[in-house]
């Protein structure tokens, strides 16, 4: 089991450019999440989807899309970059009541 | 919704001492409360939880404590270790139960000074 990978670890973006930050987890997981972590703070929610064509937004969607087409792919994808989503991205996927089991993280730089 | 209120937000022990980190939550049909730990630059990794049919659990130096009346939940660690060294992380289900999304408290950095 490889559990949750995300890639790219790192990326810097110019304002305007668009990226898609992957995830893939391999544990047959229902719940997939998108977080994102800024220096210092807390994990706030972005997206989440309880099942392969479901999504719905958390707390903080603006900005961002996703789709999860499958069970074990939950790409976030980010169309006019702006410095203020400068932060680190964690990827996660759980189980009905179980823990959740966090991607590696990806930090990205909006310059 | 759920809504999770973690304190203190910084907490600096000798080691060797105990280290106290409580949350409070909201909705009283919540039932499972994980606590996360992160080190610097790494991904929050869970390290006890507890479900709201028991009052505690322990894990060898860590143990979490439920008080369903209260709504309130702690960390507990002793004996702590310049390793214990990280922000900690509780949640609780966003709506409730043990379903569905965590909702996680601001965090808690600990410094344990040798």
């Known amino acids: 089991n490889a559990g949750v990978t995300q890639t790219p670890k790192f990326r810097i973006l110019k304002i305007g450019q668009s990226m898609t930050l992957q995830c893939t987890q391999d544990m047959n997981h229902n719940y997939m999440y998108w977080y994102r972590q800024d220096p210092g703070m807390g994990l706030k929610l972005i997206y989440y989807?309880?099942?392969?064509?479901?999504?719905d937004k958390g707390e903080v969607p603006n900005g961002y899309n996703v789709s999860r087409s499958t069970t074990e792919d939950f790409p976030l994808r980010l169309e006019l970059a702006a410095p203020s989503q400068t932060s680190v991205y964690f990827c996660?996927?759980?189980?009905?009541?179980?823990?959740?089991?966090f991607g590696q993280g990806t930090r990205l730089t909006v310059v | 919704g759920e809504n999770v209120e973690q304190h203190p937000s910084t907490l600096s022990v000798q080691e060797g001492d105990s280290a106290v980190i409580k949350c409070t939550y909201s909705?009283?049909?919540?039932?499972?409360f994980p606590w996360y730990k992160q080190e610097l630059g790494k991904r929050p990794q869970l390290i006890i939880d507890?479900?709201?049919?028991?009052g505690e659990k322990k894990d060898q130096r860590i143990a979490v404590t439920l008080n369903k009346t209260a709504k309130h939940f702690s960390l507990h660690i002793t004996e702590t270790q310049p390793e214990d060294s990280a922000v900690y992380f509780c949640a609780a289900p966003r709506e409730g139960g043990s379903q569905g999304n965590l909702i996680f408290g601001k965090g808690t950095k600990l410094s344990v000074k040798p």
């Open positions: 507890i479900r709201s049919n028991v």
């Open positions: 989807s309880v099942g392969a064509g479901i999504t």
């Open positions: 996660a996927s759980r189980n009905w009541g179980t823990e959740a089991f």
């Open positions: 909705d009283s049909a919540s039932n499972y």
